[in-house]
């Protein structure tokens, strides 16, 4: 090989997955010399063996990653695509309901689980007894250790009690938010659900945006779910760890500062575009570590939200999106997106944060039953010392 190499053939030098390409380039670890259409990024072999630390000799010889021996068959992503088991977001999204779209990633294991009264009022009284102040994600958590506490099979590791129990978690957290309530249906659901507290009469926006945020691969809180599930904990301990590797302002408490920074970047796009461009990192809302030419998640909720948007902040949202992807390389992210939603919806500020955990709970609960049939306690990450070490014979 010698020249340019395409994104395939840099994972296929380095013995990589793409999806580390891509990691790479977020980091700087690689720099992309230019991009050609319907072929995308192109690099110079000489990095790429540099990188290789192996001269013009080939493949690098280190062991994988761990997160390299972890097979699924749940999640595809590419640098501007996302799939469920084989099917397009863009053809779920709008079409098909949340809860189709959690059949399709577990399997269509389990019921409803929608929770019994007396479920509903223990989850009130331990909520009425916490600090007025508790933030969303923490009610979350509550609410969890509710489900499991009063599930007499919560130790029960069979496929349809574990995918039933996910369910029952995931409508437990959606009744931690103020004033919401089952849906009146025989069948209630959780977009109906969350749109009682959060937009009553946009439902279907918020069943829209579960169905996006339904399961990322291994993003970090899924690769939390699947530790704790291989180490035999239950499943509700399970989602207590995906929770709290997501309550992060780099995961799903991202989308509060996405929601901040809209509100300078609909007031004055020129001002917030000087900012960003004078900075070394994307702003809240654009780049991310996967996507490098779209989140396809942002693009279909974006198509979803313009008709509700008002025009002069749509042309400032459309005006720093253009920007930013062509001068930076910065794509606009779900993060953004759905800070977008809750501004042109009128929720609360906390409100993506409370839709997108609410929906990965299905992800979370497919990987679950996914690393069911995988050896116990696989994920044993080998620690390389580092620190001092003392002389044989010294005290």
């Not at 640098?79 to 309901?97: F, K, N, P």
């Not at 760890?241 to 991202?254: E, F, K, N, T, Y």
């Not at 039953?369 to 580092?386: D, I, K, Q, W």
Request: hydrophobic share 45%.
């Amino acid at each position: 090989m010698d020249g340019e190499l395409t994104t395939e053939q840099v994972a296929d030098y380095l013995g990589v997955q793409i999806q580390t390409v891509y990691a790479y380039v977020s980091r700087g670890v690689l720099t992309p010399v230019r991009k050609e259409p319907g072929t995308g990024s192109l690099f110079r072999l000489e990095d790429v063996q540099e990188r290789a630390g192996g001269g013009r000799g080939g493949r690098r010889t280190s062991r994988p990653a761990t997160s390299d021996d972890v097979r699924t068959a749940i999640t595809e992503i590419t640098s501007g695509s996302l799939a469920y088991r084989g099917v397009d977001i863009r053809a779920l999204a709008g079409s098909a309901s949340y809860e189709q779209v959690r059949d399709l990633l577990t399997g269509g294991q389990g019921t409803s689980g929608a929770p019994t009264q007396a479920e509903q009022q223990a989850l009130a009284a331990l909520m009425a007894a916490l600090p007025e102040q508790t933030a969303q994600l923490d009610r979350f958590k509550h609410a969890v250790l509710v489900g499991a506490t009063t599930d007499p099979g919560r130790q029960d590791r069979r496929a349809t009690a574990l995918a039933r129990a996910g369910r029952r978690a995931a409508y437990l957290m959606a009744l931690t938010l103020p004033d919401a309530s089952l849906a009146p249906a025989a069948q209630p659901t959780l977009a109906g659900t969350l749109a009682t507290a959060l937009a009553p009469e946009r439902a279907e926006l918020i069943d829209a945006a579960l169905v996006l945020l339904a399961d990322h691969d291994l993003a970090v809180s899924t690769t939390a779910v699947r530790v704790a599930i291989s180490s035999g904990a239950d499943v509700y301990s399970a989602l207590l760890a995906g929770l709290a590797a997501a309550d992060s302002p780099h995961h799903i408490a991202a989308s509060l500062q996405a929601n901040d920074w809209l509100a300078t970047a609909v007031r004055d796009p020129h001002e917030v575009l000087d900012v960003a461009l004078a900075a070394e990192r994307p702003p809240p809302g654009f780049g991310h570590l996967v996507y490098t030419e779209q989140d396809p998640r942002a693009q279909v909720l974006l198509d979803l939200l313009e008709p509700r948007c008002a025009p002069a902040e749509w042309a400032a949202v459309m005006t720093v999106e253009q920007e930013l992807l062509e001068r930076r390389g910065w794509v606009l992210n779900v993060d953004l997106a759905m800070a977008l939603l809750v501004r042109a919806l009128g929720m609360p500020r906390d409100a993506g944060p409370a839709i997108f955990a609410c929906a990965r709970t299905a992800g979370w609960t497919a990987h679950a039953l996914e690393e069911l049939a995988e050896p116990a306690m696989r994920f044993r990450l080998r620690g390389v010392y580092s620190g001092r070490r003392r002389p044989v014979g010294e005290s």
